[in-house]
């Protein structure tokens, strides 16, 4: 069963998929305890708060609430809700504290493609034919370390970065694991300006891509 905190519909607004359609498949628990994360609803697993899977659908606000799932009883969701996009997000939270294969699977089966953003904390169990999109999150508060092996699964890295230090500790990051991804994003914090400024002249500096979070502008989830 996986844990659910919310589903939606909406465009994509980050990385190699900005613009597409996508359902929003959005997972509940994260120890990993980043100070910037705009998902903190989605960090705890309180059985308080558990509720029906049809509560966590196209939600008005954030909310700590979430719901047990089968991969059949989430499929299942899309088609009764007559969901339009083919491309399906698994975020969080954390989505790789799950098995994601099963979901995954049956998506892939019915015509779906899969997508997985993840810290690169935990090993990711999921389809050869899934999008993974690695955000690395290094020395944050969890203490949990980033794990070559899901570096070495990324098809994309996304790193959100405001200051020069995140951008040597991902290279630092590149250096120890020994991966040199092809496609690598530089994400401002909050939209800050001087957070675009340095990724926009790193970008340039080192032939990376920029990703600006594109719902977030046009004021969408």
Same mark, same amino acid.
């Given at each position: 069963?996986?844990k =659910?905190?919310?589903i939606?519909e909406?465009?994509?607004? +980050?990385?190699s998929?900005?613009?597409t359609p996508?359902?929003?498949?959005?997972? @509940?628990?994260?120890?990993?305890g980043?100070?910037w994360?705009?998902?903190k @609803?989605t960090w705890?697993?309180d059985?308080v708060y558990k509720v029906?899977?049809?509560?966590t659908?196209?939600?008005?606000? *954030?909310? *700590?609430? &979430?719901? *047990?799932a089968?991969?059949?009883?989430?499929?299942?969701?899309?088609v009764?809700?007559?969901y339009?996009?083919?491309?399906?997000v698994?975020t969080g939270?954390?989505?790789?504290m799950? *098995?994601l294969?099963?979901?995954?699977?049956?998506?892939?089966?019915?015509?779906?493609?899969t997508q997985?953003?993840?810290?690169g904390?935990?090993?990711?169990?999921?389809p050869?034919?899934?999008?993974?999109t690695?955000s690395?999150?290094?020395n944050?508060?969890?203490?949990?370390d980033v794990l070559?092996?899901?570096?070495?699964?990324?098809?994309?890295?996304?790193?959100?970065?405001?200051? @020069?230090?995140?951008v040597v500790e991902?290279e630092?990051?590149?250096?120890?694991?020994?991966?040199?991804?092809?496609l690598v994003?530089?994400?401002?914090i909050?939209?800050?300006v001087?957070a675009?400024?340095?990724? =926009? +002249?790193?970008c340039?500096?080192?032939? &990376?891509?920029l990703?600006?979070?594109?719902?977030?502008?046009?004021? =969408?989830?």
């Amino acid at each position: 069963m996986y844990k =659910i905190n919310e589903i939606f519909e909406t465009i994509q607004g +980050e990385a190699s998929f900005t613009g597409t359609p996508s359902i929003f498949l959005r997972l @509940q628990g994260c120890p990993v305890g980043c100070a910037w994360c705009d998902t903190k @609803q989605t960090w705890e697993v309180d059985n308080v708060y558990k509720v029906s899977l049809d509560d966590t659908v196209e939600k008005k606000a *954030d909310s *700590d609430h &979430w719901a *047990d799932a089968s991969a059949e009883q989430i499929f299942n969701l899309f088609v009764d809700r007559a969901y339009r996009a083919k491309h399906v997000v698994i975020t969080g939270g954390e989505p790789c504290m799950y *098995d994601l294969n099963p979901v995954c699977e049956l998506l892939h089966a019915n015509g779906y493609s899969t997508q997985i953003e993840t810290s690169g904390t935990f090993e990711i169990l999921a389809p050869a034919q899934t999008w993974v999109t690695v955000s690395p999150k290094i020395n944050m508060r969890g203490g949990y370390d980033v794990l070559t092996s899901a570096m070495q699964r990324a098809d994309e890295i996304k790193h959100p970065i405001a200051m @020069q230090k995140h951008v040597v500790e991902l290279e630092e990051l590149f250096a120890k694991t020994g991966v040199t991804p092809k496609l690598v994003y530089l994400q401002p914090i909050s939209q800050k300006v001087s957070a675009t400024k340095l990724a =926009i +002249e790193t970008c340039i500096e080192k032939n &990376w891509r920029l990703s600006v979070q594109v719902h977030k502008y046009l004021g =969408i989830n």
